[in-house]
């Protein structure tokens, strides 16, 4: 998620212009998905069928990974606050992190409205703009790494089915450029010429640049509090587990439904989806995750009005429930910083 610096007025004002601009192409796109969904009314009543067919017992199994997913989440930013200096309760970075998700899932381009609302209350827990900013950027970069992770892994298990062939010329054409890139870098002259290059566009990007300079201030902080390369597998770990957990509740979601899993094609399919739903175009990647998942799972061998169902209940855990939970988280948040 992009770093907003909520004390500025023109960040503000910045975010709230991109906020309107991206309700057009969210309104077209929601458009888009909800004739779909008239032209493919058999599929539609086949899985709303399915769906009331839920075995109760195996959908709490769906729910308590979902739980352990947002709480790998809280996990990982509760671990870099406390490399800063700062201690957060489980309990308070649960109702935060949980607050934050809401808000990111309600707008077109919330997550950085959810971002700068985090920013604020990290701030008001004794979090310098530099240790927050930091937390905010690391985290997201310990996701975005575990995210790649769990796409190797899906295009091996994959193997020649759906895109899998392609991603994987694709992530060995990556390889050999960063096998490259890293024989480069050794050059002195090289890392000199790249270090100029990013002041100048640290000079002109004020976001990018606090950003950047807050993640090395919280890397160097915690390689004096936490030296060597251990310390760093808990968040790398939990950064991991968040996404293998919402995996698994999509593989509990076809399991509830009595569905057969496409082992070899799921965890591929999942990770896919994750890539155009960050964007946040619509609220909560709402109908591009339902298309694109129901998609993926058809190329990977479910009937259309399997995998429609599948997706639904899966949406239901990670996107429809969360939204009233983190309302809630949010309002309690307020009330409390009242008082």
Not at 253 to 278: E, K, T
Request: hydrophobic fraction near 55%; aromatic fraction near 6%.
């Amino acid at each position: 998620m992009p770093v907003v610096n909520p004390g500025s007025t023109g960040s503000r004002t910045r975010w709230t212009r991109i906020g309107r601009l991206w309700w057009v192409p969210a309104a077209g796109l929601i458009t888009v998905g909800l004739l779909l969904a008239v032209s493919q009314r058999g599929e539609l009543r086949r899985a709303l069928e399915l769906l009331t067919h839920v075995s109760p017992a195996k959908a709490l199994v769906a729910l308590v990974c979902q739980a352990g997913c947002l709480a790998c989440l809280a996990g990982l930013q509760q671990w870099l606050l406390a490399v800063g200096g700062v201690r957060v309760s489980p309990a308070v970075m649960g109702r935060l992190v949980l607050a934050a998700n809401a808000m990111a899932g309600a707008l077109p381009g919330g997550a950085a409205f959810g971002t700068a609302w985090l920013y604020r209350e990290f701030r008001r827990r004794g979090a310098d703009r530099a240790l927050t900013a930091g937390v905010l950027a690391a985290s997201g970069v310990f996701s975005a790494l575990a995210l790649v992770v769990v796409i190797v892994l899906g295009v091996l298990l994959a193997g020649t089915r759906g895109p899998g062939t392609t991603l994987l010329w694709a992530l060995a054409v990556l390889a050999l450029l960063a096998l490259a890139g890293l024989i480069v870098l050794r050059s002195p002259a090289v890392r000199e010429a790249l270090g100029r290059r990013w002041e100048r566009i640290a000079a002109r990007h004020e976001g990018l640049g606090s950003a950047g300079r807050a993640t090395r201030d919280l890397i160097a902080h915690a390689r004096t509090v936490r030296p060597g390369l251990r310390p760093w597998l808990t968040p790398a770990a939990l950064a991991l587990l968040n996404w293998l957990l919402d995996a698994a509740c999509l593989l509990a979601s076809l399991w509830a439904l009595g569905l057969p899993v496409p082992w070899s094609g799921l965890l591929l399919a999942f990770a896919l989806v994750q890539i155009p739903v960050s964007a946040r175009i619509t609220p909560g990647g709402l109908g591009i995750a339902e298309a694109s998942l129901t998609g993926l799972l058809v190329v990977y061998g479910l009937h259309p009005g399997q995998a429609f169902a599948a997706t639904l209940l899966y949406r239901i855990f990670s996107y429809w429930l969360l939204e009233p939970i983190g309302g809630v988280c949010w309002l309690v948040t307020a009330l409390e910083r009242k008082r």
